[in-house]
């Protein structure tokens, strides 16, 4: 409000309004600090709201979680010290179930190229999903059963990908339309259940199918009752298709594919 002052001048009263120096402004103004695309805890900072609380600018966030999910926070929540604890609720969530012990805790554990750095709210046929942070910086996600039955080659398919690269790479030896190290291949195929390669146990026909594959074409060997019957085609068939190759080019060794 303006101060009124009466002044005299010739006998004659006057009236002025002179500004109150001392009253607050009208409107403060609010400095927003930029923030944007910087992270606290599992939270990105997005954009500024025209929000306030306690006279700090609101910001919405996304959550780093499977969820992805939307929180708004101001910035003085998001410039404390114990801003690396935000999350969208999901960490606290699980933290309460596993130390409930309803949720097995593989926390830090190293399966492979893999450590498992938190549980999260997705589920897989029912299984808990952790987030696991790969050897080369990746993020993947995996349930515990896929952790623990997996082998020392797991990651987050960057290795499975050096792998091809590395055999793309790699020389092999073709000749006349055959490879000498796949005819050569003692190991068998995680796929395999009689244990016998190119013999597998055929479900329409209730018997055991022998195959041999060869020039890029498969070959059928015939429906066996035993499997030793099927072992023993396969074999001839080896002998046949195989042998004279790997003789000749490949330094005796006989073994099918």
């Given at each position: 409000?303006?101060?009124?002052?009466?002044?005299?001048?010739?006998?004659?009263?006057?009236?002025?309004?002179?500004?109150?120096?001392?009253?607050?402004?009208?409107?403060?103004?609010?400095?927003?600090?930029?923030?944007?695309?910087?992270?606290?805890?599992?939270?990105?900072?997005?954009?500024?709201?025209?929000?306030?609380?306690?006279?700090?600018?609101?910001?919405?966030?996304?959550?780093?979680?499977?969820?992805?999910?939307?929180?708004?926070?101001?910035?003085?929540?998001?410039?404390?010290t114990?801003?690396?604890?935000?999350?969208?609720?999901?960490?606290?969530?699980?933290?309460?179930?596993?130390?409930?012990?309803?949720?097995?805790?593989?926390?830090?554990?190293?399966?492979?190229?893999?450590?498992?750095?938190?549980?999260?709210n997705?589920?897989?046929?029912?299984?808990?999903?952790?987030?696991?942070?790969?050897?080369?910086g990746?993020?993947?996600?995996?349930?515990?059963?896929?952790?623990?039955?997996?082998?020392?080659?797991?990651?987050?398919?960057?290795?499975?990908?050096?792998?091809?690269?590395?055999?793309?790479?790699?020389?092999?030896?073709?000749?006349?339309?055959?490879?000498?190290?796949?005819?050569?291949?003692?190991?068998?195929?995680?796929?395999?259940?009689?244990?016998?390669?190119?013999?597998?146990w055929?479900?329409?026909?209730?018997?055991?199918?022998?195959?041999i594959?060869?020039?890029?074409?498969?070959?059928?060997?015939?429906?066996?009752?035993?499997?030793?019957?099927?072992?023993?085609?396969?074999?001839a068939?080896?002998?046949?298709?195989?042998?004279?190759?790997?003789?000749?080019?490949?330094?005796?060794?006989?073994?099918?594919?």
């Open positions: 409000m303006p101060t009124t002052l009466t002044t005299k001048h010739n006998n004659t009263s006057e009236v002025l309004n002179v500004p109150n120096v001392l009253a607050p402004p009208k409107h403060k103004k609010t400095y927003i600090f930029n923030l944007k695309n910087q992270t606290f805890g599992l939270l990105t900072a997005l954009a500024p709201t025209n929000e306030r609380k306690h006279g700090s600018v609101v910001w919405k966030c996304i959550c780093n979680c499977v969820n992805k999910s939307i929180v708004y926070c101001s910035a003085e929540q998001l410039k404390r114990t801003a690396h604890n935000l999350h969208c609720g999901c960490k606290e969530e699980e933290t309460v179930k596993l130390e409930a012990g309803v949720i097995a805790n593989i926390t830090n554990q190293t399966f492979g190229y893999l450590t498992a750095l938190r549980p999260t997705k589920r897989t046929s029912g299984a808990v999903m952790w987030e696991c942070k790969c050897k080369c990746n993020l993947t996600y995996r349930s515990v059963g896929n952790l623990k039955t997996g082998n020392e080659n797991q990651s987050c398919g960057c290795l499975l990908s050096s792998i091809s690269k590395q055999a793309s790479q790699k020389k092999l030896n073709l000749v006349d339309g055959t490879c000498i190290e796949k005819i050569s291949n003692q190991t068998l195929l995680t796929t395999n259940t009689s244990g016998i390669r190119g013999v597998h055929d479900r329409n026909a209730n018997k055991w199918r022998a195959i594959y060869f020039r890029g074409k498969q070959i059928h060997l015939g429906l066996f009752n035993d499997i030793e019957d099927a072992a023993k085609a396969r074999k068939a080896e002998d046949l298709y195989f042998k004279p190759v790997i003789e000749r080019y490949g330094g005796g060794r006989v073994v099918g594919v």
